[in-house]
């Protein structure tokens, strides 16, 4: 099956700064990467994804890398604010699945 | 749209006890996953179920963990009997099979089992 590693598991940065967080899968055949924000007593919340056809993805503040060669893909978060402390989790699928594997998560902590 | 509705919230209960968790999906959402959230596993998928056929239930813990989904608007986890390590939070979460999309995740019940 589809392992997926993610760091850091906590992440603190002065607001306006940038923050990074990377993930690894292992499993050649995933095509589908989405990324998904959980707040406290929520469920998570997907914030942006990307598929394997394409290496970058913006939406605003937020970007997602792949690296399909090296089997990586990161979130980025620019202009970070108090409101994107959070728990941040990656994920992956395979193409014709419906499963995702999901990263062990990033506490993100944005220090005002 | 609502979306995903979990009940109830919170559930205290003590060991030994039944717990059944609620989940109404979303209309015209054919998938659903049953996952589990702790501090030290972080979010461990239990089961799902497409069309409400259950198609991978290999995460459910133990015999004491069984799924539900009698018809596409509502499925169910229980627990018979609980114990203390059952405690985490449960989420409920809808996928349209063979979407290009993400999962939509209910809000979770917390289970404390005493």
């Known amino acids: 099956g589809e392992n997926v590693e993610q760091h850091p598991s906590t992440l603190s940065v002065q607001e306006g700064d940038s923050a990074v967080i990377k993930c690894t899968y292992s499993?050649?055949?995933?095509?589908?990467f989405p990324w998904y924000k959980q707040e406290l007593g929520k469920g998570p919340q997907l914030i942006i994804d990307?598929?394997?056809?394409?290496g970058e993805k913006k939406d605003q503040r937020i970007a997602v890398t792949l690296n399909k060669t090296a089997k990586h893909f990161s979130l980025h978060i620019t202009e970070t604010q108090p409101e994107d402390s959070a728990v941040y989790f990656c994920?992956?699928?395979?193409?014709?699945?419906?499963?995702?594997?999901f990263g062990t998560g990033t506490r993100l902590t944005v220090i005002p | 749209d609502a979306g995903v509705i979990q009940s109830p919230r919170h559930e205290v209960t003590e060991m030994g006890q039944e717990v059944t968790l609620r989940c109404k999906p979303i209309s015209g959402h054919n998938s659903l996953f049953w996952y589990r959230q702790t501090m030290m596993r972080g979010l461990e998928l239990l089961i799902y179920f497409n069309n409400n056929v259950p198609i991978d239930d290999s995460g459910m813990p133990e015999d004491r963990f069984s799924a539900k989904m009698p018809n596409a608007s509502f499925s169910t986890l229980k627990i018979q009997p609980s114990e203390p390590r059952d405690s985490a939070v449960y989420f409920c979460?809808?996928?349209?099979?063979?979407?290009?999309?993400?999962?939509?995740f209910g809000s979770g019940t917390r289970l404390t089992v005493v």
């Open positions: 990307i598929r394997s056809n394409v």
């Open positions: 979460a809808q996928a349209r099979q063979g979407s290009n999309y993400g999962y939509t």
């Open positions: 994920a992956a699928r395979k193409g014709g699945a419906n499963n995702l594997f």
């Open positions: 499993d050649s055949a995933s095509n589908y």
